[in-house]
């Protein structure tokens, strides 16, 4: 990981974070997408020298297309080489109140927003709440191009559309055109997500593992979790027990969940040394069925709130 200092004017109090933010000795302090609550939390982040890895901005993580990797003047393609096929505006089964993925064209916001369905009329248009941005309306203009990403519990859909009306009253919506080109996947049966989530970790396989190890959950799934840590967990095989947060709507949720060891790899093995990072291939054991319910709820907000961490 290279790092590099962020200044006080790239932190903004309320605005997701565009990338992590790490301690000068690689330790975590906020995960990508997480919010800075107030000044106090922000001095405290100031007072730990934040940096973050400068890795982000060369090498972006690739999205699929069903996920946005248009241009501002593009539709979908026709043809693809990554699984994804078109489909009728009836198969995504919107309904009034449903969540939408907005992208604005990129020269206004590279954020994408959160809005409602408000309702369609067949071949006519779509209606859809404004986004907002830190309290005040995104300034987008007529006549300009968005894209729309909508997620069932099977498939994830996209599809482009261009602002065909701005209305106030009685409320902020948008009037969009009906859209003519919808491109879907079918998401895997155990969609992951990419995630920051500090765990810890002890090993009840091993006699000698008496302290609990600090870990990173770097993905996970409703099955299973991608573990990175500095030093190694255990060996392929061994039982794992794993602490760690999620937030489910708002809401902190703790979770103490059993895990076997599948896989072990590291990124560089040339490298070596203290600074390379361990990655562990976990498969989750035994799960309660409370477990598995908040985990695939969890999974299913961030394929809402932030389709681009969908594996």
Known sequence: MSL?????????????LPWSLFDPQQNPILARGEVIRNPEHLLAILERSPCRDSSEDAAPDPEPLVEGNWGDDETPPDTDQ??????????MRLKVGDRLQLQPPHHLSTERFIVKLVGYVTNTSLL?????????RLP????????????TAQNAFAFSGVINKICKLPFDYLHLSFPTEIRGA???????VNTRIIATIANVSRDDASQNAPGIV?????????????????????????FFRIHLHDIATYL?????IRSLFVDDPAAG???????HGLEFKDLQPNEGMILKSFIYQQMIERPGALI
């Not at 859809?128 to 005040?136: F, I, M, Q």
């Not at 987008?140 to 997620?151: S, T, Y």
């Not at 103490?256 to 076997?260: F, G, N, P």
């Open 128 to 136: 859809v709440t404004a986004p907002y941005v830190n309290g005040l």
């Open 256 to 260: 103490s969940t059993d895990a076997v």
């Open 186 to 192: 079918v998401v895997r049966k155990a969609p992951r």
């Open 82 to 91: 990554t699984g994804e096929t078109s489909f009728p505006f009836e198969e």
């Open 218 to 242: 770097a993905n996970i799934s409703a099955s299973g979790a991608r573990v990175d840590a500095r030093q190694k967990l255990g060996e392929v095989g061994d039982d794992l027990k794993l």
């Open 140 to 151: 987008l203009l007529g006549n300009e191009k968005i894209v729309l990403r909508a997620f």
């Open 4 to 16: 590099a200092p962020v200044d006080r004017e790239q932190l903004d109090i309320g605005t997701p």
């Open 273 to 279: 040394g203290e600074s390379s990072l361990i990655h």
